[in-house]
C-alpha cells in the first residue's frame, strides 16, 4: 500500500471517528453507505468507460451530483448531514468513478493495486495518479 494511500484510509477513519461520537445513525450504517456509494462510483466508471467517454474528475462529480446519493446519505447528526459527511460521502463516490475500483472504507482490505478494474482503457481516459 502506498504512503498516500495509508494518509487517505487513516484521514477517512479519523473523519468518521469524529463523525460517529455525534451521529444518530451508527457507524457501521455509514460505513455501509460508503460501500454502497463507492460501488455505485464503480457503475459510473463501467458505463462511462462503455460509451468510450472520456473519465475525469469534472465528470464524475456531475455524475455525483445527479446521483442523488448525498440525499440518500443517513444522517450522521441529530441535525441531519454535516458538510463534512456530505463531503466524505461525495469523495468515496468520486474516487472510485476514477479508479474504476470501490474506494476501502475503514478496516476494509483495499484491492490490490496490479488488479485493473477493466483492463484496456481507452485512450482518452486518463489514467488514475
Known sequence: MTPRKKITIAAAAAALTVIAGCSS?????????????????????????????RIDKARCERAFDGSGAAD???????GGRTPEWRGQVKEFFVDSCLSGKPKPVPG??????????????????PSPS
Not at 440518500?72 to 441529530?78: I, L, R
Not at 476494509?108 to 481516459?125: E, K, R, V, W
Open 25 to 53: 445513525s451508527t457507524y457501521e450504517e455509514r460505513l455501509a453507505f460508503l460501500r454502497k456509494v463507492a460501488n455505485r462510483g464503480v457503475d459510473t466508471y463501467k458505463l462511462l468507460y462503455s460509451q468510450e467517454a
Open 72 to 78: 440518500d446519505a443517513p444522517p450522521d447528526s441529530s
Open 108 to 125: 476494509d482490505l483495499p484491492y490490490p493495486a496490479s488488479t485493473p478494474a477493466i483492463s484496456d482503457s481507452p485512450s482518452a481516459t
